[in-house]
């Protein structure tokens, strides 16, 4: 297929001779002619391999070029190509990111902010918004508009707040289609107008024109976006190869958000609430994907096995002929079928996240599975005859001693004499996170994460077992990041292209005069925090009342996905809470030990006389 493109304006075509990048083994991909379109450059900020394995930015891609006057193609990270010289160009017509009207970037991980900084530079793009808008381009076209969005910016963006134009705030679905009308009518001329129009926009955070502190006269929230009728669009894939995590397999998010609770887990605030894709949606997809030869099927949830209809989607697929592989699971309630089928159809590897290893710590975290039924999970795993079982764990939870970590220890011995065959696990460390109930508390010090990592190793290695324990060192460079205000911009610039080390990143820090105590220590409850700016639809005293339960070793509230007649955390409003009229039998929000009473919850205000901080709770580690 011709790899010709404009390479002028939209209305005028010359051509570009190949810029000699490697053909890809892919099926799906999107070419279009350039000319009269408005140009897309869609990048996660990662290497091939790892951004399509992202369905966000396969998803995406299908609803820019779904406009038929869009062309979106793609641009991938790759190390080393900037200090080799090498230009950024685009996969479907090697275009260079430069000529693009939009360059779109979705941001998974804290991490893959280094690379956004290194793009920018190989493809010769001024980094900071207000340096491209003083200036032009050689030929006199303006920057490419810089916008980002996804998990990694959506609660906290300021650390990449100075280098994008604008940042989408939650679900991007309907968002991007308006953002393109606006595009349409002038905002391509006129940047200054269509970021002021963007900033009247619900969802859109344009950094140049809204203060971040709270503190600040004319400070504004921004609303977080989310869509409230998921079957509205195909969330599975649109692209398949074999050069991916998920090689040629069709990936379909069968539901979105998590009323788990899990105290930790950004995913879990940033998505709610729970909502899901009907089962035939699901089969539907699964049938064309099958049409096309792809019977590998990857199911795509923050926990699959709380979709409220997995038992008979496992089924139907298995009887169609996929072969199926999940996510991540729940085991409380465990759905047999799925495991079955998991196992029937070659998966080879069953995944438990106990989190903790002991109760006392689960409980902290809001982790409500319990010991047997997770155990009742790795039996079932070595019954259905899986050659791997993993085993996912964090290390350095708020108030974890080394009696949790003798826990972890035992319970993975636990699972030891039940499961036969190989057992990996992974020791990561908690890094606090926006918009959780944990955001105030500090990281646990790097010397301690990095004993109690040795210590599990020293016990489990002898009994073969694979213990995978991610740095403790990086670690810390993601909760600097994750917990990081604009500041940390500077910091990100002084890094030399290809010189990022833990050490050369907190030079920079310090030479910025940042002090990496202030980000990575625990905060005072109530004061203002970096991401003030985001209203994430959780309310702040909801997260001070699920602290006040942490210190006292206790569950909070869950919320699946057909629940309703709640208002408590404020992420639904009130036609989505209250979407089963007035039918006393709907569905409601239910705690460990039975329904959830709503008047139970009371601000922090009423609390806070009682309440004692969760790092004082705990003995000292």
């Not at 793009?119 to 340096?131: E, I, K, S, W």
């Not at 106990?354 to 155990?375: D, F, H, Y």
């Not at 569950?555 to 699946?560: D, E, I, K, N, R």
């Not at 009473?597 to 922090?604: G, K, L, S």
């Amino acid at each position: 297929m011709s790899r010709k493109r404009t390479v002028q304006n939209r209305n005028s075509i010359a051509h570009r001779p190949r810029g000699g990048q490697p053909e890809r083994n892919e099926h799906g991909a999107i070419h279009k002619d350039w000319g009269g379109r408005i140009h897309v450059a869609l990048t996660m900020p990662n290497t091939y391999y790892v951004g399509m394995s992202s369905l966000a930015l396969q998803i995406l891609y299908r609803i820019f070029n779904a406009e038929p006057d869009v062309v979106c193609e793609r641009i991938f990270w790759e190390k080393g190509a900037a200090q080799a010289g090498r230009p950024l160009l685009s996969l479907e017509s090697e275009a260079p990111a430069v000529d693009f009207d939009v360059w779109a970037f979705t941001i998974s991980w804290e991490m893959d902010y280094f690379n956004v900084v290194e793009l920018l530079r190989q493809a010769g793009v001024p980094p900071l918004a207000v340096d491209r808008a003083a200036s032009r381009q050689w030929n006199g076209k303006p920057w490419p508009l810089l916008i980002a969005g996804g998990p990694g910016v959506t609660m906290n963006p300021e650390p990449m707040a100075p280098f994008f134009d604008a940042i989408l705030i939650g679900e991007g679905e309907e968002a991007v289609p308006h953002f393109i009308e606006r595009c349409r009518h002038g905002g391509l001329d006129d940047h200054e107008a269509l970021l002021a129009e963007l900033d009247r926009t619900p969802g859109w955070y344009a950094p140049t024109l809204r203060p971040s502190n709270r503190n600040h006269p004319h400070f504004r929230k921004v609303e977080r976006l989310w869509v409230r009728n998921l079957p509205d669009f195909d969330t599975s894939s649109a692209l398949y190869t074999p050069d991916t995590e998920f090689a040629n397999m069709h990936l379909m998010e069968i539901a979105r958000g998590c009323g788990r609770g899990c105290r930790f887990c950004l995913a879990g605030y940033v998505y709610r609430p729970a909502r899901e894709q009907p089962l035939e949606t699901l089969l539907a997809s699964a049938e064309r994907a099958l049409s096309l030869g792809y019977t590998k099927i990857g199911l795509v949830s923050a926990a699959v096995s709380d979709h409220t209809q997995i038992d008979e989607l496992a089924i139907a697929l298995q009887q169609m002929g996929a072969s199926l592989s999940a996510s991540s699971m729940r085991m409380d309630p465990i759905s047999v079928p799925l495991i079955k089928a998991l196992a029937e159809t070659g998966a080879k590897t069953l995944t438990v996240a106990p989190e903790a290893g002991s109760q006392r710590l689960r409980n902290v975290i809001n982790k409500t599975q319990t010991e047997e039924q997770m155990m009742r999970a790795i039996s079932l795993a070595q019954e259905f005859n899986f050659p791997q079982l993993k085993l996912y764990f964090m290390v350095g939870h708020p108030t974890e001693t080394d009696d949790d970590i003798q826990a972890l220890i035992d319970f993975t011995l636990e699972a030891r004499r039940r499961f036969k065959r190989r057992i990996a696990i992974n020791a990561t460390p908690f890094v606090p996170k926006a918009h959780t109930p944990f955001q105030w508390e500090a990281m646990t010090p790097v010397e301690t994460l990095r004993r109690r990592q040795k210590m599990i190793h020293q016990a489990l290695a002898r009994h073969g077992i694979e213990v995978r324990a991610d740095s403790p060192d990086w670690a810390e460079v993601q909760a600097v990041l994750s917990r990081g205000d604009r500041a940390l911009a500077e910091a990100l610039l002084a890094i030399p292209s290809g010189g990022l080390t833990v050490k050369s990143f907190f030079q920079a820090l310090a030479a910025q005069g940042l002090d990496k105590e202030h980000y990575v220590g625990a905060w005072e409850i109530g004061s203002p925090l970096p991401w003030d700016v985001v209203q994430s639809g959780v309310s702040e005293n909801y997260f001070h009342y699920e602290l006040r339960l942490a210190s006292r070793n206790r569950t909070g509230l869950s919320c699946p996905p057909d629940s309703a007649g709640c208002m408590a955390c404020q992420a639904c409003d009130p036609a989505w809470a209250f979407r089963y009229g007035d039918n006393a039998n709907r569905p409601v929000p239910a705690a460990k030990g039975g329904p959830w009473r709503a008047e139970d919850w009371m601000p922090w205000t009423q609390l806070r006389a009682k309440a004692q901080p969760l790092r004082e709770a705990s003995p000292q580690a």
